[in-house]
């Protein structure tokens, strides 16, 4: 195996997406590792150095936290990526995964979702230059106590999106300029203040977000975006 080839877990018993990132991934520089079974993704954790592990809950919905607290306690550095059918906004849910990972999980995704969708969120949590903490903003609030480290991609793309409240709010662009699984940075002409909600455009992989700061200068809006 090539020394720079990113090593990927995937824990599902769903061969339709086993065989879906297989294909995307075959001739890339990421090699899936595929688990079907509790006992075959621990085997694994004492093999392999997983740069990424996405793990599916329902495999074994009755001791997929148990096997998350597991991963946890061997893996704590490493970003996990669960994939599920439930609410991920349900309270129940975001308790138990706090239990079983107290530090926290890169991303939840919720089912269903397009191969497109989820090899977006593999690309961004398996770059490797990150912002220094003290200037990230958006992991100094409260949501993010827990100070679980939160990769940041460098962007310079236009956006589009508008203020919630309704269709009657026309649409403005702005520049992204950085972007993590938390929230990005933003530059634009509309002055946009703390705690307004704005909503992306249909082909963002976020709906929706809040402002948590707001810097003018110049004409121009540098704005923190904390996605909801």
Known sequence: MN???????LITGEQVLLKALMRAYRDSAIDIVAASSHLQAIAQLDTFGFDLIIFDLDTDRSNGFELLQM?????????IILLTTMDTQAPELQKQIKKARPFGCWH???KPFSISKLNSYIGLSLVTRTFEQTADVLNQLPEQADRR???RVPRNEKITLRLAGGDHHPFFSATLSDISISGMGLTTDVPLAR??????????MHASGVVVWSY???SRCMVGVRFT
């Open 3 to 9: 020394k720079n080839t990113r090593q990927v877990q």
């Open 195 to 204: 705690d307004q909600r704005v909503t992306f455009e249909e082909k963002f």
């Open 108 to 110: 939840i995704l919720e």
């Open 216 to 218: 003018g200068k110049d």
């Open 149 to 151: 480290a939160c990769k």
């Open 71 to 79: 991963i946890s306690a061997r893996c704590a550095g490493t970003p």
